[in-house]
């Protein structure tokens, strides 16, 4: 079966601090796909990242970064320098294929604080 | 570029009543089309998936149906709306793989009275 746990159900900061949002993946399969999404308060889910379980390197983007471990099953997620604009709830989902479909975790909501 | 778009934004509907939400996506061919809905507490639940024209998979049981009449559209519908209906329903698409990025449209936030 598959899971996503997102453990952290809020997280609030202050602008410019730090944050790491965690997520646990469960999964049989030896081949699957990480993704991280986040939505603002207007609603619309924002792609951001996939990774494939092939690929351990982590990747950085501007102030994002995103840590993958196949040893833990985690895939998380930091935000360097919060700002005012990362407030949202942010998703980690997975994919492979004994499940042919998503599997999004329950979801961790960001308030940055001015 | 592609877009995706969603009508109506909002509704409100009374219990019993039908419902036909709308997702429409241009600048690209044939994509894998999803409905998604999310319920209080935002968790994502995949409702419905197509992978082309009249190719149509439930993931799970509920008096919601869908159709894909044309390649770049995709209709989510009820015959009889339930309280339990209510929620924000999201439309994607993705090209390729199911398990390539799949793009979201603004929502529908419908509620049911």
């Known amino acids: 079966a598959q899971k996503v746990t997102q453990a952290q159900t809020e997280i609030s900061v202050v602008e410019k601090e730090d944050v790491t949002l965690d997520c646990v993946y469960e999964t049989r399969d030896t081949t699957y796909y990480l993704f991280w999404y986040k939505q603002p308060p207007s609603g619309e889910l924002v792609f951001l990242i996939r990774?494939?379980?092939?690929?351990?390197q982590n990747e950085i983007s501007g102030r994002y970064s995103w840590n993958f471990q196949k040893s833990t099953s985690s895939f998380n997620f930091t935000i360097t320098a919060s700002q005012v604009v990362d407030s949202a709830v942010y998703f980690c989902?997975?994919?492979?294929?004994?499940?042919?479909?998503?599997?999004f975790g329950s979801g961790t909501q960001l308030t940055v604080l001015p | 570029s592609q877009t995706i778009h969603q009508w109506p934004a909002t509704l409100v509907q009374p219990v019993g009543s039908p419902l036909s939400l709308e997702c429409t996506v241009e600048?690209?061919?044939?994509?894998?089309l999803y409905w998604y809905r999310q319920a209080a507490g935002r968790g994502l639940q995949l409702l419905f998936y197509?992978?082309?024209?009249?190719?149509i998979s439930s993931e799970v049981p509920q008096n919601l149906s869908a159709s894909r009449p044309q390649d770049r559209q995709f209709i989510l519908s009820s015959k009889k709306l339930l309280l339990s209906d209510s929620g924000f329903y999201l439309c994607?698409?993705?090209?390729?793989?199911?398990?390539?990025?799949?793009?979201f449209g603004p929502g529908t936030r419908l509620t049911v009275l």
């Open positions: 989902a997975l994919g492979s294929g004994s499940a042919r479909q998503l599997t």
């Open positions: 197509s992978v082309g024209i009249g190719q």
């Open positions: 990774r494939n379980s092939f690929d351990e």
């Open positions: 600048g690209t061919s044939n994509p894998n």
């Open positions: 994607a698409w993705n090209r390729g793989g199911i398990y390539n990025e799949q793009f």
